[in-house]
Structure formats: C-alpha cells, structure tokens
C-alpha cells in the first residue's frame, strides 16, 4: 500500500471530519490530496500528532483521525496508554508503518524487529486495534470506524514511494483556519 | 481564598476547561481542586510534551486548555513548545512548579529548577514567578489575559514560597 492513494482514499470516506497530520510527508501529502480547512498540518513536535488528536476528540462531537507514522508514535507510545485510559470514542488513529524513518535515510524502526503497534494498543485497552496492509483493508475498517465507537486504532502497512513537494503551508495559518470552523466568534485583534 | 482556587476561578473566568497535566505534589492543592470540579476534564498525561499536544488539540478545536507540570518535567516539554505552540501560536498557560528553590532536598532537582526560567527567556516565552499570594489575582488573570491577547505560550512558574514546596 502506498501512503498517498491511501491517503486520497480516506478523504474520498470524510465530510468535514478534522483530520491531523503527522508532519513531513504525511503532511505535505494529506495537502495535496485535499487542503481542506479541517486539515492540521504538523510540521514539527515529532511525536505529538495522535497527542493532538487526543486533544481534539476531548474537545468536539465529530470523529476524528489522526494520521500517524510508526517513527512518531514510538517516540510517544505513553500517549497510547492515555488513549486507553481517556478512551474517547470518536478518535481514530491510523499509524502509517513503513517499517523505518524514511526521511532521514531509511533507517530501520522498531515495528521492523517485532515490535507490534496493534498489540500495543490492545494492551493499553484499544481493544478496535487492526493492521493493515492494503487499500481494500483500511477501507473497510475505516468504514466501521467512522460509523461505530472507538476509539480506534489501525495499522496501516506501508512500502516506499518518491515524495511529493513539500507543501506551502504556515503552521499559524494552519492553526487560525482550523480553529475557525469549531469557534461561534472568530479570533480577533482588541 | 486559597491560592489554588485563586488559580481555579481564574482558570475559569479564562473558559479553561481542559488541563493537562503530569502529577506533582505541590500542584496537587490545585489539580486536586481541578478534579473535583465537574466543569473540567483533567488529563493525566503520561510526559509533559505529551501534555502539551493534548492542550494544543483542545485549542485547536476551540476549547481553552492549561497545562501543570513540575520543572523536571518542563526539561521534557522543550520541543512541544518551540515546535507546535510558538510557530502555530496556540496560547497555553503552562503552570510550572519550581523546584531547586527555597528548601530543596533533593540535588537531583537543582539544576533543572534554575535552569527553567533562562530556557523560558531563550524561547521567548513571557514567564511570571509567583512566590507569594500578594496581588495574586492580579498576577493570575493578567497573565492569563495576556496569553490569550497575545496568542503564545506563557508560563507561571510557582515557587515554594507560594505553595510550601515538598516536605520530606
């Protein structure tokens, strides 16, 4: 399964649900497949994507996805374990596992020496844990996701692909457009 | 008044209803209030950088998020600061108790301690001490104003004058 039509594939399932991105690639792709409003775009803070999304789903009714990466998230599996505990039922997490640190020079990662990030989520109480490894899969467990409780975790296996230009977003502006479709009165100056 | 519900009430006259937090003994006068007050939802986090992504999401979605921590703990909450709050101006007050100060026990605690608020400075993050309950309403919701109006991280570092610190 490659990253960017699986990408395409997901926003093809969503309306306006938010959506956080985990940053480099993840992010520049999740652009330009769709630069929605409800897109949140990380570019730094390495480990914090499903953190935010945690923090998202404690905080509005819709369904939110976080899309993740294997490097990122076991920089931070204890936000795993607050998952487990805070359990919001709206949250999906989907970890984007090609098995290494693409960006930095292939570097192999921990899920490629057995570390399972389905079970990891199983044993901190996600018991909506999945992996998958093509399009067809994460569909169809994408599609339960949205429409049933989570919280919702899923693996979704991934192979090499050549990147895509970096997009041209501004954090800040990323921050204040995505803000603004939750808030009853706009953000101002005074 | 106490000066942790000083703090609660202007937590809430801020519409703060999300706090993140790792636990800390001296905090506990306020994140124990906190808990106890239906019209917040207390998050315990597992790291402080952690805590920070979470009271990020929050502000995102358009609920005001604080966040506690000890300075030990802030030492883990660098990059979350400098590469999510700051560049996205996302303001979070960030509750940091001081340790290293007046009758600290523990070495171990020291250099961290002294160190958080010349990291603060380096961030560019506007930081107040709160040593004492002179003025603390003032000092409390002023700061808090000033977070929102400005949109960045502040910081209010509280020091064991204020909150008896950890006795052993």
């Given at each position: 399964?490659?990253?960017?039509?699986?990408?395409?594939?997901?926003?093809?399932?969503?309306?306006?649900?938010?959506?956080?991105?985990?940053?480099?690639?993840?992010?520049?792709?999740?652009?330009?497949?769709?630069?929605?409003?409800?897109?949140?775009?990380?570019?730094?803070?390495?480990?914090?994507?499903?953190?935010?999304?945690?923090?998202?789903?404690?905080?509005?009714?819709?369904?939110?996805?976080?899309?993740?990466?294997?490097?990122?998230?076991?920089?931070?599996?204890?936000?795993?374990?607050?998952?487990?505990?805070?359990?919001?039922?709206?949250?999906?997490?989907?970890?984007?596992?090609?098995?290494?640190?693409?960006?930095?020079?292939?570097?192999?990662?921990?899920?490629?020496?057995?570390?399972?990030?389905?079970?990891?989520?199983?044993?901190?109480?996600?018991?909506?844990?999945?992996?998958?490894?093509?399009?067809?899969?994460?569909?169809?467990?994408?599609m339960q996701a949205l429409s049933e409780e989570g919280p919702w975790f899923i693996v979704a296996k991934?192979?090499?692909?050549?990147?895509?230009?970096?997009?041209?977003?501004?954090?800040?502006?990323?921050?204040?457009?995505?803000?603004?479709?939750?808030?009853?009165?706009?953000?101002?100056?005074? | 008044?106490?000066?942790?519900?000083?703090?609660?009430?202007?937590?809430?006259?801020?519409?703060?209803?999300?706090?993140?937090?790792?636990?800390?003994?001296?905090?506990?006068?306020?994140?124990?209030?906190?808990?106890?007050?239906?019209?917040?939802?207390?998050?315990?986090?597992?790291?402080?950088?952690?805590?920070?992504?979470?009271?990020?999401?929050?502000?995102?979605?358009?609920?005001?998020?604080?966040?506690?921590?000890?300075?030990?703990?802030?030492?883990?909450?660098?990059?979350?600061?400098?590469?999510?709050?700051?560049?996205?101006?996302?303001?979070?007050?960030?509750?940091?108790?001081?340790?290293?100060?007046?009758?600290?026990?523990?070495?171990?605690?020291?250099?961290?301690?002294?160190?958080?608020?010349?990291?603060?400075?380096?961030?560019?993050?506007?930081?107040?001490?709160?040593?004492?309950?002179?003025?603390?309403?003032?000092?409390?919701?002023?700061?808090?104003?000033?977070?929102?109006?400005?949109?960045?991280?502040?910081?209010?570092?509280?020091?064991?004058?204020?909150?008896?610190?950890?006795?052993?």
């Amino acid at each position: 399964m490659f990253r960017y039509s699986a990408t395409k594939r997901i926003l093809s399932h969503l309306n306006q649900e938010p959506v956080v991105s985990n940053l480099g690639p993840t992010s520049d792709e999740l652009w330009h497949a769709s630069d929605r409003d409800r897109n949140f775009y990380t570019y730094g803070s390495m480990g914090l994507c499903s953190s935010i999304a945690l923090g998202m789903a404690l905080s509005c009714d819709e369904k939110v996805i976080s899309l993740d990466g294997d490097g990122s998230i076991l920089m931070n599996l204890g936000t795993i374990a607050t998952i487990g505990r805070e359990a919001p039922s709206n949250l999906i997490v989907i970890v984007w596992d090609n098995e290494e640190w693409a960006q930095t020079g292939h570097q192999k990662s921990h899920t490629a020496f057995g570390t399972d990030l389905e079970m990891v989520a199983k044993s901190n109480g996600l018991e909506k844990s999945f992996t998958v490894s093509d399009e067809e899969e994460l569909d169809s467990v994408l599609m339960q996701a949205l429409s049933e409780e989570g919280p919702w975790f899923i693996v979704a296996k991934i192979q090499d692909e050549p990147y895509l230009p970096v997009a041209p977003v501004q954090p800040e502006h990323t921050l204040h457009r995505f803000r603004q479709t939750f808030v009853t009165e706009p953000d101002r100056v005074g | 008044m106490t000066w942790s519900q000083t703090i609660v009430d202007a937590l809430k006259e801020n519409e703060i209803s999300l706090i993140a937090y790792v636990p800390d003994s001296s905090i506990h006068q306020v994140t124990k209030l906190v808990d106890a007050d239906e019209y917040f939802h207390l998050v315990s986090a597992t790291r402080e950088e952690e805590a920070l992504g979470i009271a990020a999401g929050a502000y995102a979605a358009g609920r005001n998020a604080a966040v506690f921590m000890q300075s030990s703990g802030f030492g883990n909450s660098i990059n979350a600061i400098a590469g999510l709050a700051i560049p996205s101006r996302i303001p979070i007050p960030i509750f940091i108790n001081l340790r290293g100060e007046h009758g600290e026990f523990n070495i171990a605690q020291v250099t961290m301690g002294r160190s958080t608020r010349p990291i603060l400075d380096v961030l560019g993050v506007p930081h107040y001490t709160i040593d004492s309950e002179d003025r603390l309403e003032e000092k409390i919701k002023g700061a808090l104003k000033l977070c929102y109006a400005s949109r960045e991280p502040l910081a209010l570092c509280m020091t064991p004058l204020l909150h008896g610190g950890k006795n052993v």
